[in-house]
Structure formats: structure tokens, C-alpha cells
């Protein structure tokens, strides 16, 4: 069987593989995910707009799609790369493909390449720009094809929603306004169970609206992209610090942080995956976390902002957590919705409630 699909990075090196889902010729970021399980979230959350994941366990799509798995109506990757692609599911739930969906959606997938080899790649030398292609596309037009395609700092305005919307819920005790800078459903599922209303707005919405909706707490979602490039909301979030509780996740962490003051930088390679020990240094317990960034909030420039470092990555000391009890705001650099256990971060979504009761 002959290869008829390639990857091309911008250090040289070429992987080859097979095609699945879109045959688009595409240019991004190459990332890995570890996860075991849950490709369908992965490919639907909007974080991973403008990206190609590599998942470092070999087979996918082996319990297909399921309709109520989607974490966005979006597939956000521009690719997906893989071992093994089964395309026949065994899952009495699933209603269709992982290729039919990436075919669907026009994106890119390559299957039978080396992921252990790509992932120690990106391990040992960082995440960096690659093409897709097909497999007649040599080296050096490759490399020409990376040079000559732009990076785009707009991926937060292409996933955020483009008109307020509401997700309500029975016996209601708070109204919560959501900023959706590419927020996953289950964010907007898990405030409804602790009995907020909930309006989602688009990133670029003013202060003065946000707070003309009587907000009992303000939240910041997760997204894609370098968070300096977000202003719209950094400048918001100066204007309504103190005025009502704040909660950031993910990219809304880091957002709460540059507009405090801090300032955020670029990871090696990012954290993606399921496994991600993280300290609580409130109660000292260890979290298993769920995580998907490529930036991170510097700890050095969080003096003098009042903001105190509430958890860090056990594995790299990176800040995973913040907040500021005066002004009421809280934030997490992974994924408490996700929930992988053994325990429950869904307790930050009783803290935010908390600090909309006092």
C-alpha cells in the first residue's frame, strides 16, 4: 500500500500516512493530545481552532460519533492526525464516523503515521508550524507553502458567537452573563446545574452592555489563540473587576490575569490531555485535571497585581490557578467541567455560586 498523504514541518522533517476525512492541503500549528478517550470533544472544542492534534494513543474512532458529545457546533481543528482509524464502531450510541465527520466538517485527517516518533518530536523541540499535503509535494514547496501562509490572530472572533444567547434552567437562584470567547457546552451545562441562568454574549461586548444585564457573576470562557490578541475582553474585564464575582477557565484564566497586570507567555509544547496532576494549595489535595492551552500566565508578574496563585502544575510549577478574594474573582487554567477525576474540580462551580450569594 503506497502512502498518499505527508506531513511537512517548518525544521524539514516529513512523516508520511494515509488520508481520512478532508483531502484539503491545510497549514497550522502541530499539538499533541494524550487522552485516551474523548477525540469527539476534542475535535469539537473551539480551543483548538487553527491547530493539527496528533493523539498520542494509537487508535481512534473506535466508538464512532455520538450526537450528545459535542462540546460546540463547531469541528475546530484545521487537522487531525492518528495511528490507527477504525472506521467501523462498535457503540450502540454512535451515530456515524470520525471520518465522515472530519469529511463533513472539511478537515484534514492522515492515519498510519508514526505518532510516537511525532510526539517526541514535539516534546523534545516544541510545537511548531506544518503542512498537510499530499505526498508529491516536495520538501522545499512545502516549506515555501509554511513561509508564505500568514499566522492569524483572529481565531477568538471566528469561534465566539455573533449574538447574545440563553441557557436557562428550573428554580433558578443567579443570572450569570458568559463571555464565549470559544466556550464548550458542558461550561454552560455545568453553571445550569448550580442553578444559574446563564447568557452567553460575544467576546467583544461591552462593559457598559454586560453590566446593563444585572449580572449576579460574569464568566470568561475558554478559546483559541494567544490571549494578548483578545483586548476586547481584557479591557471589559478592567471595567467590571469589583463590581460583580468573576470566574475564568482556561483562556478566561489568562485573560483575568493580563487584566490585572500579569502577563502570559507561550509553552514548549502546551498541556493536552486528561492526566494533569495539579496542587490545590488552598486545601494541598492533588487534582488529575483536563487540559488544553499553549500559554500560560508568568508567575513572576503576578506581584502587585492582588491576585495569589491558588494551584500549580505539579509537573512543570506553572500557575493553574488564581484568584483575589476582595474584588471576588476566581480562575483555573484547566478544565473543571471535564471532570476526569479521581477528584471532582466541579467544586470551583460551587465557589463561583458561593461568591455570588455573599
Known amino acids: ?3 498518499n498523504r505527508k506531513l511537512i514541518l517548518e525544521d524539514g522533517s516529513e512523516y508520511y500516512g494515509f488520508s481520512f476525512g478532508s483531502k484539503k492541503e491545510v497549514v497550522c500549528e502541530i499539538v499533541f493530545n494524550t487522552s485516551m478517550v474523548g477525540y469527539q470533544e476534542i475535535v469539537s472544542d473551539p480551543s483548538y481552532t487553527d491547530q493539527a492534534v496528533v493523539m498520542s494513543y494509537p487508535l481512534i474512532g473506535n466508538y464512532g460519533i455520538t450526537n450528545e458529545d459535542y462540546e460546540s457546533k463547531i469541528i475546530a481543528p ?22 465522515d465527520l472530519l469529511e463533513e466538517n ?3 485527517g492522515i492515519y498510519g503515521v508514526d505518532t510516537r516518533k511525532l510526539v517526541r518530536s514535539i516534546r523534545d523541540y516544541g510545537s511548531r508550524r506544518v503542512l498537510i499535503t499530499d505526498e508529491n509535494t516536495s520538501k522545499e514547496q512545502g ?18 458567537c455573533k449574538r447574545k444567547w440563553y441557557s436557562r434552567t428550573t428554580n433558578p437562584l443567579y443570572h450569570v452573563v458568559a463571555i464565549d470567547c470559544g466556550m464548550k457546552t458542558n461550561i454552560v451545562r455545568m453553571l445550569n446545574q448550580n442553578k444559574c441562568n446563564v447568557t452567553i454574549v460575544p467576546y467583544n461586548t461591552s462593559s ?67 492526566n494533569h496532576p495539579v496542587k490545590n494549595l488552598l486545601t494541598g489535595k492533588v487534582e488529575i485535571t483536563s487540559q488544553n492551552h499553549s500559554y500560560a500566565v508568568d508567575e513572576n508578574s503576578i506581584v502587585n497585581t492582588g491576585l495569589r496563585i491558588s494551584h500549580l502544575n505539579i509537573l512543570d510549577q506553572t500557575v493553574e490557578g488564581l484568584y483575589n478574594e476582595e474584588e471576588k474573582i476566581l480562575s483555573v487554567q484547566y478544565h473543571p467541567e471535564s ?12 465557589q463561583f455560586t458561593a461568591l455570588m450569594k455573599k
Open 208 to 274: 457598559e452592555e454586560i453590566l446593563s444585564l444585572m449580572p449576579d457573576g460574569v464568566f470568561i470562557s475558554n478559546g483559541p489563540g494567544d490571549p494578548t490578541d483578545v483586548k476586547p475582553v481584557i479591557e471589559t474585564l478592567k471595567e467590571i473587576r469589583g463590581k460583580c464575582p468573576i470566574f475564568g477557565i482556561c483562556l478566561g484564566h489568562q485573560l483575568i490575569a493580563l487584566s490585572c497586570g500579569a502577563s502570559t507567555y507561550k509553552l514548549k509544547f502546551g498541556h493536552r490531555g486528561g
Open 339 to 350: 471532570a476526569p477525576g479521581p477528584c471532582d474540580s466541579t467544586y470551583l462551580f460551587k
Open 78 to 99: 484545521s487537522a487531525l492526525i492518528v495511528r490507527d482509524i477504525n472506521d467501523s464502531p462498535s457503540n450502540f450510541r454512535s451515530t456515524g464516523t470520525l471520518h
Open 143 to 160: 516549506l515555501r507553502k509554511i513561509r508564505d501562509t500568514e499566522i492569524r490572530h483572529d481565531a477568538v472572533d471566528r469561534v465566539s
Open 106 to 108: 472539511d478537515v484534514a
Open 1 to 3: 500500500m503506497t502512502y
